[in-house]
């Protein structure tokens, strides 16, 4: 039986971007600048494929430099004591007529769940320099409660500022290891 392909994710050429509420009607965008990982893909038996990804969380970006050092401080993500996510899959699901499933465990603050991750997409390309790429386009939602994100304030007119479900996407290229 053949080794796993090993991929590891082109930064240069990938996005890990998030969205959440934000007072009741708007949304917060936002995006990490410093990520990576690697892939081992199983050609023969796609559900045993696995993947390996880090998050700086120091690089989050929502282009607001007073929310950003928010995000970063005590009341969030607390980057002094928690510098880095991650998130290492377990299996994939595999299914007919649908879109294959990463499960996997994501490490957050200090909290560590399981967390769903659809591949919407995935292309093989060569591109121009003789290069072959693979390319996923990934799909995930979370509860930030969930790993101990609890910050928020009431609004006077109902609600609160920060929603609990946080959509997160990727655009991911991987070249061969």
Same mark, same amino acid.
């Given at each position: 039986?053949?080794?796993?392909?090993?991929? %590891?994710?082109?930064?240069?050429?990938? =996005?890990?971007?998030?969205?959440? %509420?934000?007072?009741?009607?708007?949304?917060?965008?936002?995006?990490?600048?410093?990520?990576?990982?690697?892939?081992?893909?199983?050609?023969?038996?796609?559900?045993?494929?696995?993947? =390996?990804?880090?998050?700086?969380?120091?690089?989050?970006?929502?282009?607001?430099?007073?929310?950003?050092?928010?995000?970063?401080?005590?009341?969030?993500?607390?980057?002094?004591?928690?510098?880095?996510?991650?998130?290492?899959?377990?299996?994939?699901?595999? !299914?007919?007529?649908?879109?294959?499933?990463?499960?996997?465990?994501?490490?957050?603050?200090?909290?560590?769940?399981?967390?769903?991750?659809?591949?919407?997409?995935?292309?093989? %390309?060569?591109?121009? #320099? #003789?290069?072959? %790429?693979?390319?996923?386009?990934?799909?995930?939602?979370?509860?930030?409660?969930?790993?101990?994100?609890?910050?928020? !304030?009431?609004?006077?007119? #109902?609600?609160?500022?920060? #929603?609990?479900?946080?959509?997160?996407?990727?655009?991911?290229?991987?070249?061969?290891?």
């Amino acid at each position: 039986m053949p080794a796993p392909d090993e991929w %590891r994710i082109d930064t240069r050429h990938s =996005t890990l971007r998030f969205w959440l %509420r934000h007072i009741v009607v708007h949304q917060i965008h936002g995006h990490f600048a410093t990520w990576g990982g690697q892939a081992l893909i199983d050609p023969a038996t796609p559900a045993l494929s696995s993947v =390996t990804l880090w998050i700086d969380l120091a690089s989050v970006t929502t282009d607001n430099l007073e929310r950003d050092e928010h995000i970063r401080s005590a009341e969030f993500f607390d980057v002094a004591r928690f510098p880095r996510a991650t998130f290492t899959s377990t299996g994939v699901r595999v !299914q007919a007529h649908a879109n294959p499933v990463v499960l996997g465990r994501l490490s957050l603050h200090g909290v560590e769940r399981e967390v769903e991750v659809e591949i919407t997409e995935q292309t093989t %390309r060569v591109d121009p #320099g #003789g290069q072959e %790429r693979r390319t996923y386009e990934l799909r995930a939602e979370v509860d930030r409660r969930a790993f101990d994100l609890q910050w928020n !304030q009431d609004l006077d007119v #109902g609600g609160v500022v920060v #929603g609990d479900k946080i959509e997160i996407r990727a655009h991911v290229e991987t070249v061969p290891s």
